[in-house]
């Protein structure tokens, strides 16, 4: 026997099975975020990819050609995140779409999905969120801890409200893998570092506890060993009991000494622990406890990915071989095994409790058993009562209670039971039964009506039965409760309520027979017949078929009455009433054709027989009405022809109608049948469908008829709009054949969308008279060279020249060019050049002239042109070029020209003569092309005079790079020659300032030194002396004193800050003194040199206040107090009055600072000096002299002194201040201080603030005097702001009573608020729950619903969180709380009430369960309730899978009508069951979607003969023919077969059904087939069997009808032949006619159709008769 185990095992799929290799099967290539998408990354050749795999669909993997470091699926979306490098991007696969990018600054070395919107980012050092919604960018939310530093990230989880986070690494330390981990609170912004390698949260909920707590389980493997530790983090909710810690060991096998954990998930469903190690063991924990339950190897490889598998609520992974496998828990066996192998019987009764799971009942029985021979009958109950499935509510529980005698003088053990059943909720049927026997036997019937009032009893057909010997109407009540129609509709039906009866049947979905009832009705009054049968049919579903309604009408021939009633029943326009349409329709057509039209008009119906009513709107003349039913091509053809009787309008649309085949075909006809008449309509239609119809199809069309007229109408109405190059050829074809010369140049001109090489062949072979329209096209598409052979070559020059004058000046250059090409005469190019003269390009033509070595030709043209003033450079530089060709003088041309381009000139004289090429560079100032020149050709004297002259900073850094080979060259030349020659200031600034730049310090000094002391033109000039003592500052400090002694016309000050800066502070010093700058001389030897007491020296030398301020000043900021206030006095200078407070304030030098006050006071009555010295008496404890300065005049802040006096405690000072300010709050709060309350009291009243009031309160409350402190809290709690503070300060001191006390009193007041009301129902729910229901029927809309909610689940008040759910309009939540506390909670009448509101349709199939599980014989009256928004497939799914249906009944007779297949499948069964055949074909009959052949292979073998007659007829009903013959003939239904064999159409059946009967010896049966099967047999097959079975007397009646209506049919076969011949007579003697018009060429298919039918062809013979004229219906075939 296998072993029974408490998992389930379970592999998915395997990846290396769906071409994913081996060797991208790994942690840094696949991601896992959740059990729908697995992302693999891999390289196929030198293409990158991702291959996304659907769980749901994992034979077709998604490959998309990615490049990325990393990818991670959404885990409920295909939206995919990528990552490369520092670049993050999210893309939606299904939209094909970027949702959002960023790029990051640091490397993130590891993400993940932490929800279905947001990622967690872990970069080195920190760790962000980043979320889809909007533009956001990535969140910081934590740094990384130390701890982690190293370690490889494996996983981040968070809890779920993202309020917890873990970031979780591993390293390898000692030879040993060491996990760290680190936790980070959100709310409190702290981290902890924990030894862990898996770690998980879950929320789970305790009992006694009114909130889930949140718990964090991580397991570790160290040095001592393997632990599962399972703690509470954060503070427990209000209410809630800690969760107390549990560690326990994990267990790792001898062979197994290296293995760690790697994942962790927890099941939410069954609370457990999955932990998974890296050798592939799965470890199974209970949360609560810790307890292991169970440990296995699943896999021999490292699954090392994991996710939580939503399906079975467990845990998936994938290991290295590419296995996806999942661990669930296998509910049948867990407390089997817990039970059995763990032998721990208390886990598995608590499990089984906790999660509802079956294998308990052993124990829960035997506790019971226990319980009830103790005698403990109280809990016994409760026991029976709380355990699962309701495995002990049962009968046999009763006979037990009923079996234990009663004691003298106490209640006996049953009512005991049925009391603790009653006040925890409803009983079961057989318990209401038991408990309402002796009640009635008794006459107490009172109780009864008040446990149905409060829905403690389950009603039912028996209680109905036994109630209604005492009260029929309560036991009408319980009828209806119990939902037994036939017996309510049975007490309605004695009363004649036929009102009631309808209504109650519509709710509680019973069909009575209605028409019975409504013949009964008619009889009586037809009035209130008709107004009857509206009533059936006026909801949604007719409670009565309609057809045997209108069967009802009929049977009176009332059509006009019936027309009303059908088009009322049928306005939703149901498919399943498509016959009703069509005999509505019928029966208009045939006697007023007008309603008929105006239904059809109307388009109210579309599920009629379209093709029967087409044909009778034609034969009533309706032909458009025909035409929109016709579907036969053939039939549309036959009607589109009559155009002229029909509206053009209509008929364009009604194409729009047709398919594109059937279109055309129509077109071709109409063509075929009148083009002249038909060819607008035509155009029209192919304008305005030719994207549909295909523009080459329709080209075609209008092509084959020759008919370009009808072609060019209709491409100008599209080639508009048209970028089809074919329609705009087409278009210039037709144009061109139509004469249309204006309309082809203007296509030619403006559009863009033809073939202009096609177009220009065409053009050339057309041979048009004007040539126009290829000038066009040549000119539009560079066809000019082309065009100008063409035109030379067939002698039209005088078109050369209108294109050139008229068309396209600009294009001359090329014209010339060709012309040049066909040798042309040079007198003719002149000529034609001097036309169009300035109206082109002069560099094109020069360009084209020039690549012909034509140049001079052009000579008397340029001069020309320059003679006539033209100032263009084109035309200079052509004319420059001819110069230096030619050798005409060119320098002086070059100088003096003041036009030409000296880039494009400069260039052409580079290789002919750089000197040239010098000048023209110079003149237009081309500076890197005339020193690329210089340089090569050694130029540099050239070069330096340039450069000195130019003056251009940004040109000297170019020459004088480190780069540049002829630098050394340059600079001589620039120190020789150019700037000897110069005598500009500004020459010798600018190359100074470029030396400068160029760093070249060592030849800068050089020529300075030669300039400043030699050179007596600059010797005094201030910049180059600045510019020297700067330069020896950077690169030769020994000479910078020499230079400040010997220099004296040089900016001191900057010279001596820069000397500062460069840290010669001597040198400094050395020039402030020179220049007598004391201040500044004195701070450098404060701040630089940082010796104070040669500042103090130089300080008594010089004796200056400012000197004195900055001495003062430093040794304030060496903490030299005192010294510092002796120098400020010294300088009698108060300025910094406030930082010489701050100083003596923080060192304690008051004294010292009264003394500085005081002479700061005498000079200026600062506010801040005077508010400091008030501050300093009171530090001073000059109290006296304190209150003598305040009673005077004086500009203080005697309010701030208050409050600095008060935060350092000093209150009788405060007191004193806070007097004199006449503040009462402040001069309040310290007299609660000095422990003085009432009179604290009245300074509040006089402040009459919240801040003092609140502080005197809470002050009042600490010193326990509660009259003082309600009198301050009145005046609090209306403020809503601070009422949650003062609730918060009495709950934390344990004042319950007083505070109630407090919000009672002040709900009178007129300013009482919602937060009054919501605080008091919460201290209601928590210390005075009996008053809660009182307050919140009374102020339910005064409080805050959704706070109160919270409070009365955490108290367990559940009927009173129903009450606030039902306020609040959340429906849901009402249902879920009366579902999960029935005995508390729930009324029947309520909770049917609230059920039909609530949004989420699930509850609809959780209540469903609920009732099947405490309330089945109310369910029906559930159901009705839920049946417009349940799906009915998924319910009747569900009863099937609890073995119910029986049960709902009549709940699936009421939503039959739906024609569902899960419906009619389930009833078909039931009625099977039941044995009801007639039940059985109505049901078939009147709704016919279900699985016929399955329920005929099911009924062809039911012992019953009428359920295999329905197998035969399903059979029938599905084109099953011989089967279903068969079926009849085993049955030997001889009726049934011939009937079948019939309707089947086939010979070879019926046949085979013949030679049966004669088989079987029965000559009556085969007789009657003859008849039966008449058109299907074949006459000679049943002579032969007549004559050799000897039964002619059986056939004969056949053989002679058919005898008689062959005859019948050769007679008019001669007819028909002879009128024939009459009339192929006729047109032979008709003269032959030739001049026919063209389109009677349509007539000749018909003319040629009766060769068809010509005598001799095999397929058309039959026999020696010639067979029949095309045109007639008869013949052997009919």
């Known amino acids: 026997m296998a072993q029974m185990l408490p998992i389930r095992f379970q592999e998915h799929l395997q990846l290396q099975n769906v071409g994913i290799n081996a060797a991208n099967i790994g942690f840094s290539t696949l991601t896992m975020e959740s059990d729908k998408f697995i992302c693999i990354r891999e390289k196929v050749g030198d293409q990158a990819q991702v291959v996304i795999i659907d769980m749901n669909d994992a034979q077709n993997p998604i490959r998309r050609p990615i490049s990325a470091d990393s990818a991670i699926m959404n885990p409920t979306s295909k939206v995919i995140a990528l990552k490369a490098g520092k670049t993050l991007q999210i893309f939606n696969i299904e939209m094909k779409s970027k949702m959002k990018a960023h790029n990051m600054v640091e490397d993130v070395t590891f993400w993940k999905w932490i929800s279905v919107n947001t990622i967690g980012l872990v970069t080195e050092n920190a760790v962000y969120h980043w979320t889809m919604e909007g533009d956001s960018q990535p969140t910081k939310v934590f740094d990384r801890h130390s701890s982690l530093a190293g370690c490889q990230i494996i996983n981040y989880r968070t809890d779920h409200k993202q309020q917890w986070l873990l970031l979780i690494g591993i390293s390898a330390q000692q030879n040993r893998v060491v996990g760290a981990m680190q936790l980070y609170s959100v709310e409190r912004k702290v981290s902890q570092p924990i030894e862990g390698h898996a770690a998980a949260f879950s929320q789970f909920k305790m009992d006694g506890n009114p ?416 035409l929109e039913h016709y579907t036969d091509l053939y039939d549309i053809k036959r009607a589109v022809v ?422 010669l502070y001597e040198e400094a010093f050395a020039i402030f003194k020179k220049f007598d700058v004391n201040t500044s001389a004195v701070q450098v030897l404060i701040e630089h040199v940082k010796n104070l007491d040669r500042a103090y020296e130089f300080a008594e030398r010089c004796n200056e206040p400012a000197v004195w301020s900055q001495l003062a000043r430093a040794q304030l900021n060496e903490g030299m107090v005192k010294e510092a206030i002796d120098s400020y006095i010294k300088a009698n200078d108060p300025s910094t009055y406030m930082e010489v407070v701050e100083a003596a304030s923080t060192h304690g030098n008051w004294e010292d600072l009264v003394k500085y006050l005081q002479m700061a006071r005498k000079k200026a009555r600062d506010s801040y000096v005077e508010t400091e010295l008030i501050f300093a008496f009171a530090k001073t404890n000059r109290l006296a002299e304190l209150e003598e300065f305040i009673s005077g005049p004086n500009h203080a802040q005697i309010q701030q002194v208050g409050d600095r006096c008060y935060d350092e405690k000093m209150y009788d000072a405060a007191k004193l201040l806070y007097n004199n300010v006449s503040n009462f709050g402040r001069l309040a709060s310290t007299l609660v201080h000095l422990g003085e309350y009432q009179a604290a009291v009245d300074s509040a009243r006089k402040a009459n603030s919240t801040r003092t009031w609140k502080e005197v309160c809470f002050a009042c409350v600490d010193g326990e005097e509660f009259r003082l402190a309600q009198m301050c809290g009145l005046h609090i709690v209306v403020h809503a702001d601070e009422l949650e503070e003062l609730i918060n300060y009495y709950q934390d001191r344990g004042y319950f009573e007083e505070l109630i006390a407090l919000l009672e009193a002040a709900l009178g007041l007129e300013r009482a608020h919602m937060g009054m009301f919501t605080e008091l129902a919460i201290l209601y729910s928590k210390y005075k729950p009996q008053k809660m229901r009182e307050h919140l029927e009374l102020f339910w809309s005064r409080v805050n619903i959704p706070k109160v909610l919270r409070a009365a689940e955490q108290a367990h008040l559940w009927a009173e969180l129903v009450f606030l759910y039902d306020k609040y309009e959340e429906f849901d939540n009402a249902i879920v709380t009366m579902m999960a506390h029935p005995t508390d909670a729930w009324r029947e009448s309520h909770f049917k009430d609230i059920i039909t509101k609530v949004a989420n349709i699930e509850l609809y199939y959780k209540a469903i369960h609920f009732y099947l599980d405490y309330k089945p014989m109310l369910l029906n009256d559930l159901l009705l309730v839920l049946i417009p928004r349940m799906d009915h497939t998924r319910a009747v799914s569900l009863f099937t899978k609890a073995n119910q249906l029986p049960l709902v009944k009549p709940y699936l007779r009421q939503v039959q009508s739906h024609n569902n297949k899960s419906i009619n499948d389930a009833l078909n069964y039931l009625l099977i069951d039941e044995e009801d055949y007639q039940g059985l074909k109505a049901s078939i009959d009147a709704f016919d979607n279900f699985d016929n052949i399955a329920l005929a292979q099911k009924l062809e073998k039911h012992e019953l003969l009428e359920f295999r007659r329905i197998a035969a007829y399903l059979y029938k009903r599905n084109n099953r023919w011989k089967q279903s013959v068969e079926l009849c003939k085993k049955d030997r239904l001889f009726k049934d077969a011939m009937i079948y064999a019939s309707e089947s159409r086939e010979t070879e059946l019926c046949e085979e059904l013949l030679e049966w009967f004669l088989d079987n010896k029965n000559f009556e049966c085969f007789a009657a087939s003859l008849f039966s099967c008449y058109d299907l047999l074949r006459p000679d097959v049943i002579l032969e069997l007549s004559w050799r079975h000897n039964i002619m007397d059986f056939a004969m009646p056949y053989m002679v009808q058919v005898m008689r209506e062959y005859l019948t049919k050769v007679d008019k076969l001669t007819e028909s032949e002879s009128i024939r011949k009459e009339e192929q007579e006729a047109q032979e003697s008709q003269p032959i006619v030739y001049n026919e018009p063209q389109l009677m060429i349509a007539s000749g298919p018909a003319m040629a159709m009766p060769t068809q039918g010509m005598p001799g062809m095999p397929p058309q013979n039959m026999g020696m008769m010639p067979p029949p004229p095309p045109q007639q219906g008869y013949g052997y075939g009919m």
Request: charged share 25%; net charge negative; hydrophobic share 40%.
């Open 211 to 626: 909130e889930q707590s949140t718990l964090f389980c991580f397991g570790v493997r160290g040095a001592q060993g393997g632990k599962l530790h399972i703690i509470e983090v954060g503070t427990p909710p209000t209410g809630n009991q800690p969760f107390q810690k549990k560690a326990v060991d994990v267990f790792f096998p001898p062979e197994a000494q290296n293995d760690f954990p790697v994942a962790m998930q927890v099941s939410h469903k069954y609370d457990v622990i999955f932990l998974i190690t890296k050798y592939g063991y799965i470890h199974l924990y209970d949360l609560e406890s810790g307890v292991c339950i169970y440990m296995n190897r699943i896999s021999g490889d490292t699954i090392f990915v994991t996710a939580a598998h939503e399906p079975s609520s467990g845990i998936i992974g994938v290991n290295r071989k590419g296995q996806v496998l999942s661990v669930s828990v296998e509910e049948d066996n867990l407390i089997p095994y817990i039970t059995n192998t763990l032998q721990n019987p208390d886990l598995a009764l608590r499990l089984a409790v906790r999660n509802n799971l079956a294998g308990a009942e052993d124990l829960f029985v035997h506790k019971f058993n226990n319980l009830f021979a103790q005698g403990n009958y109280s809990e016994a109950a409760k026991v029976a009562a709380n355990a699962p499935k309701g495995i002990l509510r049962t009968p046999q529980t009763i006979q037990r209670f009923q079996g234990v005698p009663a004691q003298p003088g106490q209640t006996s053990p049953l009512l005991q039971y049925f009391g603790i059943l009653l006040d925890q909720g409803q009983l079961n049927k057989y318990e209401s039964l038991e408990l309402c026997r002796p009640v009635l036997q008794q006459g107490r019937k009172q109780l009864l009506e008040k446990w149905l009032k409060e829905d403690k009893l389950e009603c039912s057909e028996e209680l109905g039965d036994l109630v209604k010997q005492s009260d029929p109407t309560l036991a009408l009540s319980v009828y209806l409760r119990a939902n037994v129609p036939n017996k309510v509709i049975q007490c309605f039906a004695e009363t004649g309520q036929f009102q009631k009866i309808v209504l109650y049947a519509k709710k509680v979905g019973y069909t009575p027979d209605y028409v019975f009832l409504l013949r009964s009705v008619m009889r009586v009054s037809p009035d209130q017949g008709l107004g009857f049968s509206q009533m059936l049919v006026g909801e949604d579903e007719p409670l009565a078929d309609i057809n045997q309604i209108v069967d009802v009408f009929m049977e009176q021939n009332m059509i006009q009455q019936c027309t009303s009633f059908l088009l009322d029943a049928l306005k939703n326009n149901n498919p399943s009433e498509g016959h009703l349409q069509t005999r509505l329709l019928e029966m208009n057509l045939l006697s007023a054709p007008q309603v008929a039209d105006a239904i059809l008009g109307n388009q109210m119906f579309t599920h009629y027989d379209r093709a029967h009513i087409a044909q009778l709107c034609e034969k009533a003349g309706l032909l458009q009405r025909a």
């Open 642 to 1063: 009559h155009t002229h009787l029909l509206n053009p309008e209509w008929l364009v649309n009604y194409f729009g109608s047709l398919s594109v085949d059937d279109s055309l075909e129509c077109l071709k006809a109409m063509l075929q049948a009148n083009i002249r008449q038909n060819l607008q309509l035509c155009v029209q239609v192919a304008t305005k469908y030719h994207e549909q119809l295909n523009t080459s199809s329709l080209i075609e069309l209008f092509e084959s008829f020759k008919s370009f007229e009808g072609l060019f109408y209709f491409l100008g109405s599209i080639v508009n709009f048209s970028q089809d190059a074919d329609v705009h050829f087409k278009y210039i074809q037709a144009a061109c054949k139509t004469g249309q010369i204006k309309e082809v140049e203007r296509i030619c001109r403006e559009s863009n969308c033809y073939d202009p090489e096609r177009v220009k062949n065409f053009l050339k072979e057309a041979k048009l008279t004007d040539q126009l329209p290829l000038i066009i096209v040549c000119d539009r598409f560079d066809f000019v060279h082309d065009l100008v052979l063409y035109l030379y070559r067939n002698n039209l020059q005088k078109y050369i020249e209108i294109y050139v004058q008229k068309v396209n000046p600009s294009r001359l250059p090329v014209v010339v060019g060709g012309l040049l090409d066909v040798d042309c005469s040079e007198d003719v190019i002149k000529s034609l050049i001097m036309v169009v003269r300035g109206q082109f390009s002069t560099d094109e033509l020069v360009e084209e002239v020039e690549k012909r070595n034509r140049m001079k030709l052009l000579l008397p043209w340029l001069e020309a042109r320059i003679h006539d003033g033209c100032e263009e450079p084109a035309t200079h530089n052509a004319l420059a070029k001819i110069y230096i060709d030619s050798n005409n003088n060119p320098e002086r041309f070059l100088k003096e020209n003041q036009f030409y381009d000296s880039k494009v000139v400069g260039k052409y004289c580079e290789k002919r003569d750089p000197h040239l090429a010098c000048v023209a560079y110079e003149r237009g100032q081309c500076d890197m092309e005339l020193i690329n020149v210089c340089n090569d050709n050694s130029l540099f004297k050239s070069e330096s005079r340039y450069l000195v002259r130019r003056r251009d900073p940004e040109l000297w850094a170019e020459v004088l790079q480190e780069t540049n080979k002829y630098r050394r060259q340059l600079i001589d030349q620039v120190v020789q020659t150019a700037l000897s020659e110069t005598q500009d200031p500004e020459d010798i600034s600018v190359t100074v300032k470029a030396f400068m730049t160029a760093d070249l310090p060592n030849e800068l000094i050089e020529l300075l030194e030669k300039i400043v002391l030699e050179n007596s033109v600059f010797c005094d000039h201030r910049n180059l002396q600045n510019l020297l003592i700067l330069t020896a500052i950077k690169a030769d400090r020994t000479r910078v004193m020499e230079y400040i002694n010997r220099l004296d016309n040089y900016d001191a000050p900057d010279i001596a800050n820069i000397a500062i800066g460069s840290e």
